[in-house]
């Protein structure tokens, strides 16, 4: 009865093994494979962040387009030397001054403060590109962590269902040597329940296999996809050297810069302020019938006389920020650099973990595996495969989560310059 379920679960795990690719390859043949550089294209390209970012640039260049402008007229009513005590008192004919007016006045900032609203406008645009090209950088990034999620999966399933053959001769073996006489039903359980528990380690993976794929259609859209054969994650685009030396090119720093503009063009904006503004109004007034109509004329200017206590404050304030921004910006700046030296020494860590794996950890567990198998089929005691086999089993997961990290450091390490930047 044992042997008959056993087998029943060998079977379905089989049809599990099998279904699953005969999916992938259902995939493979309606398109293309997928390139980690095709899909982070395909993902940009649809992105709504990206969207969101290019019209906060829209409306920041249509903002920029009206700074400078002169504000609109204003136009005036009015009734001057209109008498309120008698004689004559509330009446538009009893004095011949009373006049109906109507203008026009028109506000004139300096020079300074419209050259200054400019220049505001213009550094609100760089950081709204800025912005859009930080937003860029993160999308592409998360895109590639998502088609590095399923093909760091895929890993883990390749290694471990190459193993699954040799399941199923261990049990085969244990229950040979049990109708032979020469075994123990204890081996004979003890292999099954080995084979039993790599099954569920890939129903495990499989099922882990299709969240990657959800987290990476969020990207690309419900379609099927079979990934190609991943970039050579052991050589970055660029050198280390090239990264360290252009911080300030990367994209988390484009937005300080930005900053930066911005509170200058705020400092100079504060420092117009002690320009006098113009103001010219002009109005036509009418009077009782017989007497002549007039027209006045005015020009006022204003007078920034008592700066100390207004315009100088402000400008003290503008300064004492962009002082600030200065200090954050070269705060980043070193936690940047301190950053992309971290993960290009990481990076390369796990380039010489992965080797040592590549070289010699896996060699000599598969070596230990096949030849503790090969003893227990000559006579010897089972317990030792089954050791073997479960430290193989993890060093193989141990290996395909190196080389996830390993994959995922490469992205955040490609991604840090601008496309046009990078060599």
Same mark, same amino acid.
């Given at each position: 009865m044992l042997s008959i379920h056993f087998a029943r679960h060998l079977m379905v795990a089989g049809l599990a093994t099998l279904l699953w690719g005969a999916v992938a390859a259902a995939a493979h043949a309606a398109e293309p494979p997928l390139t980690l550089k095709a899909a982070v294209q395909q993902g940009v390209a649809r992105a709504p962040q990206l969207e969101a970012r290019a019209a906060d640039t829209a409306a920041a260049r249509e903002e920029a387009a009206r700074a400078g402008q002169l504000p609109d007229p204003t136009l005036t009513f009015g009734l001057s030397n209109f008498p309120v005590t008698n004689p004559g008192a509330f %009446?538009?004919?009893s004095d011949?001054?009373?006049?109906?007016?109507?203008?026009?006045?028109?506000?004139? *900032? %300096?020079?300074?403060?419209? =050259?200054a609203e400019r220049g505001l406008a213009a550094a609100q645009i760089d950081a709204a590109e800025a912005d859009r090209t930080a937003t860029t950088q993160t999308v592409q990034e998360r895109i590639a962590d998502a088609w590095i999620d399923v093909w760091a999966t895929q890993q883990k399933r390749t290694v471990l269902a190459t193993l699954r053959s040799e399941s199923v001769l261990a049990v085969q073996v244990t229950q040979a040597r049990l109708r032979g006489g020469e075994g123990n039903a204890t081996d004979a359980l003890a292999a099954r329940a080995e084979a039993a528990t790599l099954d569920n380690r890939l129903e495990a993976i499989d099922a882990d296999l299709v969240a990657a794929q959800a987290g990476l259609q969020r990207w690309l859209g419900p379609s099927a996809f079979d990934l190609a054969e991943a970039p050579d994650f052991g050589q970055l685009p660029v050198t280390a050297d090239?990264?360290?030396? +252009?911080?300030?090119?990367?994209? *988390?720093?484009?937005?300080?810069?930005?900053?930066?503009?911005?509170?200058? #063009?705020?400092?100079?904006?504060?420092?117009a302020a002690k320009h006098p503004d113009w103001s010219v109004t002009a109005s036509y007034g009418r009077r009782a019938p017989g007497l002549s109509d007039m027209?006045?004329?005015?020009?006022?200017? %204003?007078? *920034?006389?008592?700066?100390r206590n207004r315009q100088d404050r402000g400008i003290s304030a503008r300064q004492a920020q962009w002082d600030a921004v200065q200090a954050d910006h070269e705060d980043a700046r070193? #936690?940047?650099?301190?950053?992309?030296?971290?993960?290009? #020494?990481?990076w390369q860590g796990w380039n010489q973990q992965i080797? +040592?794996?590549? =070289?010699?950890?896996? *060699?000599?567990?598969?070596d230990r595996a096949t030849t503790a198998l090969a003893g227990y089929r000559s006579g010897g005691m089972l317990q030792p495969w089954l050791d073997a086999? +479960? =430290?193989?089993?993890?060093?193989?997961?141990?290996y395909a989560d190196a080389l996830a990290a390993r994959a995922r450091l490469w992205a955040s390490l490609a991604y840090l310059l601008p496309s046009e930047v990078t060599p």
């Open positions: %009446s538009l004919r011949g001054m009373t006049a109906r007016t109507v203008g026009v006045m028109q506000t004139i *900032p %300096s020079r300074a403060a419209r =050259d090239h990264l360290e030396e +252009r911080i300030d090119q990367q994209v *988390p720093m484009q937005a300080w810069q930005a900053r930066e503009q911005v509170a200058q #063009a705020a400092l100079e904006r504060a420092r027209v006045m004329l005015e020009v006022g200017v %204003s007078l *920034p006389l008592f700066t070193r #936690a940047q650099r301190e950053a992309v030296t971290r993960a290009v #020494a990481t080797q +040592r794996y590549q =070289d010699t950890l896996l *060699p000599l567990d598969r086999r +479960r =430290d193989e089993i993890e060093l193989r997961l141990s």
